[in-house]
């Protein structure tokens, strides 16, 4: 006998819906079939999508950047990514300038994750790094943290990494097959500490265009992976697509966030201007109709949740306050909300497989982890609630369609009429 049974409803298995029943036990999903079989809980899903449990490949949970802290911590940030369906979060280790470094900061890390009720992962981080660069990627495999994110600005908290390095770091993603992350903006471009209603022409549209232009070459040179993290500009997505489509989806990737969709740079000539300093920054209106123009291209969606409170963020200038915002709970239903069943990829399968988390995670496939979403397509209304730690949320009251019903986690139900009911704690996944 099954210990739970999904009835009825529209199964999402790897690109498909499909009309079945999803069946589980002890905490895997073990069968996928029309017929009815027996099992000790029912849950019916007439007329609701069953989608894998959600991945945040970017997320930033306590992150200390020296005087701030953001004030989401693994435990108030899963919970916050549980009612917005996501089950499987990859987080950041500090950033390291030697190999050394690598194991306190995964330790470190580790330490921390320990709170979370959702499972996690790690990229490895690196600041101005100088040392044996196989030596690293063979060291990062060993602790199961396979891939890398690199920053190409930043210089001034000694966290860029110069092009030579970078065209390096793209010849050994291709002989182990890690991908890199990247932080794209021509640091030559930017303006640090500027009013916050500059703050988009301080670091202007161009400055990441120009950067992913030349990542995209060196990308063609080696053959490496690159994923571009929180990629802003509709114009980056189509100058890779006219110049280098041979490696679009191939050898380059992007991720965006819910906020460069649903926001632009018109919101800091306002007096709340403060509360949407993140960087890169928002961007002009037409840049992005340009993203939404191009979600078919748009790989997957992170949400480089990041949340501070009001009072740290109140501040004149750019350099003195603490760059971020929260949303992992809303990201789902904000980007289906926009762009309907085509967005579901991009928090299940592309994620899971690019990071190496597939068969695990993303599938509704016999043998997965059962973290599943019921998710209601016919719901229409506002977002009401946020369960962030932060004490301002830029999301309520926006409309939208599709609301998570319910959530599990390897089989247990976790999220059931806007309530947590059960607190299960997350595993770490070696990827």
Request: a positive charge; one cysteine or more.
């Given at each position: 006998?099954?210990?739970?049974?999904?009835?009825?409803?529209k199964?999402?298995?790897?690109?498909?819906f499909?009309?079945?029943?999803?069946?589980?036990?002890?905490?895997?999903?073990?069968?996928?079939?029309?017929?009815?079989?027996?099992?000790?809980?029912?849950?019916?899903?007439?007329?609701?999508?069953?989608?894998?449990?959600?991945?945040?490949p970017?997320?930033?949970?306590?992150?200390?950047?020296g005087?701030?802290t953001?004030?989401?911590?693994?435990?108030?940030g899963?919970i916050?990514?549980?009612?917005?369906g996501?089950?499987?979060?990859?987080?950041?280790?500090d950033?390291?300038s030697?190999?050394?470094?690598?194991?306190y900061?995964?330790?470190?890390?580790?330490?921390?994750?320990?709170?979370?009720y959702v499972d996690y992962s790690?990229?490895?981080?690196l600041?101005?790094f100088?040392g044996?660069?196989?030596?690293?990627?063979?060291?990062?495999?060993?602790?199961?943290?396979?891939s890398?994110?690199v920053f190409?600005?930043?210089?001034s908290?000694?966290?860029?990494?110069n092009?030579?390095?970078?065209f390096e770091?793209?010849?050994?993603?291709k002989?182990?097959?890690?991908?890199i992350?990247?932080?794209?903006?021509?640091?030559d471009?930017?303006?640090?500490?500027?009013?916050?209603?500059?703050?988009?022409k301080a670091?202007?549209?161009?400055?990441?265009?120009?950067?992913?232009i030349k990542?995209?070459?060196?990308?063609?040179?080696?053959?490496?992976?690159a994923?571009?993290?929180?990629?802003?500009?509709?114009?980056?997505?189509e100058?890779?697509?006219?110049?280098?489509?041979?490696?679009?989806?191939?050898n380059?990737f992007?991720?965006s966030?819910?906020?460069?969709?649903?926001?632009?740079?018109?919101?800091?000539?306002?007096q709340?201007?403060?509360?949407?300093?993140?960087t890169?920054?928002?961007?002009?209106?037409?840049?992005?109709e340009k993203?939404k123009?191009?979600?078919?291209k748009?790989f997957?969606?992170g949400?480089?949740?990041?949340?501070?409170n009001?009072?740290?963020?109140?501040?004149?200038?750019?350099?003195?306050?603490?760059?971020?915002?929260?949303?992992?709970?809303?990201?789902?239903v904000l980007?289906y909300?926009?762009?309907?069943?085509?967005?579901?990829e991009?928090?299940t399968?592309?994620?899971?497989?690019?990071?190496?988390?597939?068969?695990?995670?993303?599938?509704?496939?016999?043998?997965?982890?059962?973290?599943?979403?019921i998710?209601?397509?016919?719901?229409?209304?506002?977002?009401?609630?946020?369960h962030?730690?932060?004490?301002?949320d830029?999301?309520?009251?926006i409309?939208?369609?599709?609301?998570?019903?319910?959530?599990?986690?390897?089989?247990?139900?976790?999220?059931?009429?806007?309530?947590?009911v059960?607190k299960?704690k997350?595993n770490?996944?070696?990827?």
């Open positions: 006998m099954y210990d739970l049974g999904i009835l009825n409803g199964l999402y298995l790897d690109g498909i499909i009309n079945a029943n999803v069946y589980v036990k002890s905490g895997k999903i073990v069968d996928i079939s029309t017929n009815y079989l027996q099992c000790k809980k029912e849950v019916d899903a007439t007329g609701k999508f069953v989608l894998p449990g959600f991945i945040d970017h997320v930033h949970f306590e992150l200390n950047s005087k701030y953001s004030v989401d911590d693994f435990e108030s899963s916050s990514a549980l009612f917005g996501v089950t499987t979060i990859i987080d950041f280790l950033p390291i030697k190999l050394e470094e690598l194991e900061a995964f330790k470190n890390r580790l330490f921390s994750a320990k709170k979370s790690f990229h490895t981080t600041g101005n100088s044996d660069l196989s030596a690293l990627f063979k060291e990062i495999k060993e602790f199961g943290t396979k890398v994110k190409t600005a930043y210089s908290s000694n966290r860029r990494t092009d030579k390095l970078m770091l793209f010849k050994l993603s002989i182990h097959k890690i991908p992350l990247i932080h794209a903006e021509n640091e471009m930017i303006v640090e500490n500027v009013p916050i209603k500059m703050h988009s670091r202007p549209e161009i400055s990441e265009i120009s950067e992913i990542i995209a070459e060196f990308l063609n040179q080696t053959k490496g992976t994923y571009i993290v929180h990629t802003t500009c509709g114009t980056s997505i100058e890779v697509k006219n110049r280098f489509d041979n490696i679009l989806n191939n380059l992007f991720e966030c819910p906020h460069y969709f649903y926001f632009d740079d018109s919101v800091y000539e306002t709340s201007g403060y509360l949407y300093a993140m890169p920054p928002l961007r002009s209106r037409r840049e992005k993203l123009n191009n979600i078919d748009v997957s969606i949400t480089d949740h990041c949340s501070f009001k009072k740290d963020k109140r501040k004149r200038k750019t350099g003195n306050l603490p760059m971020g915002i929260g949303g992992i709970e809303h990201s789902f980007t909300s926009l762009f309907g069943k085509k967005i579901i991009k928090f399968i592309n994620p899971a497989k690019f990071f190496g988390l597939y068969p695990q995670k993303g599938t509704l496939l016999p043998g997965a982890d059962a973290d599943i979403v998710f209601d397509p016919n719901y229409k209304g506002i977002i009401k609630e946020s962030t730690k932060s004490d301002y830029l999301y309520l009251g409309q939208i369609k599709g609301k998570i019903e319910k959530v599990f986690k390897n089989g247990a139900l976790i999220i059931e009429d806007d309530k947590l059960r299960n997350g770490f996944i070696r990827r």
